[in-house]
């Protein structure tokens, strides 16, 4: 499977600290990208990153891709409240359609 | 409204009802794709269409079945269906199926289906 796990499953921080997140993976992908759930939400997409990539950045929003460990991180920088969600990470694989599979999630609570 | 509308918001079914569960796209893309998602579960792929065709079925019991009329609506006909089914069922788009992505999918949000 190339299932996503994330880790860890939730996190509880206060607002203005930094949240880190992290995603493993099973095989080879064209890119992984992250998305945040609003509960009962949709999900919305927040940054993607290619396998020949290592490190992106939009606003608050850090990523890093390894594709020798298989994994992925995500900081959030100064959190906010606002911040409270599931994040999950989704890849995609390198061969047939396209398709994101999508791991479990963060469950993030960020307290004022 | 992320540009990818899903009704009804909300449904509560029978075991012995049909329903259908809409999806409109108006941003151009060329892939829709539906997503069931369960507490506790990692999102499920279950229908994947490129281009008003069907490319993937991931294995889905045939109570769910899928229609794609034109790029920009894909339904999802539900009948006799059982509580286990009770999910949130996303539907989302891209701009191809086929190829490398170089943007995500846009998701709707939602339709909350619980059966009685």
């Known amino acids: 499977s190339q299932q996503g796990e994330e880790d860890p499953q939730a996190l509880s921080i206060q607002e203005g600290e930094n949240a880190t997140m992290n995603c493993s993976y099973k095989?080879?992908?064209?890119?992984l990208q992250w998305y945040r759930q609003n509960s009962g939400r949709g999900l919305v997409h927040l940054i993607l990153?290619?396998?020949?990539?290592r490190e992106k950045h939009s606003g608050r929003l850090r990523v890093t891709l390894d594709t020798s460990k298989k994994s992925s991180s995500l900081l959030i920088t100064a959190s906010r409240a606002a911040d409270t969600a599931s994040y999950f990470c989704?890849?995609?694989?390198?061969?047939?359609?396209?398709?994101?599979?999508f791991g479990t999630g963060t469950r993030l609570l960020v307290s004022p | 409204e992320t540009g990818v509308t899903q009704t009804p918001r909300h449904l509560v079914m029978g075991m012995t009802n049909k329903k259908s569960l809409k999806c409109e796209q108006h941003?151009?893309?060329?892939?829709m794709y539906w997503y069931k998602q369960s507490a506790k579960k990692p999102l499920e792929l279950m229908f994947v269409?490129?281009?008003?065709?069907?490319?993937e079925n991931n294995s889905v019991p045939s109570r769910f079945s899928p229609e794609c009329p034109n790029s920009s609506h894909l339904f999802l006909h539900l009948h006799t269906l059982q509580p286990e089914d009770s999910a949130l069922y996303l539907c989302?788009?891209?701009?191809?199926?086929?190829?490398?992505?170089?943007?995500?999918?846009?998701f709707g949000s939602g339709t909350r289906l619980t059966v009685v």
């Open positions: 095989t080879s992908i064209n890119n």
């Open positions: 989704a890849t995609e694989r390198n061969t047939g359609f396209q398709k994101l599979v």
């Open positions: 269409y490129s281009l008003e065709e069907r490319v």
């Open positions: 990153i290619r396998s020949n990539e």
């Open positions: 941003l151009g893309h060329n892939a």
């Open positions: 989302a788009s891209s701009q191809d199926a086929l190829g490398v992505a170089n943007y995500g999918y846009t």
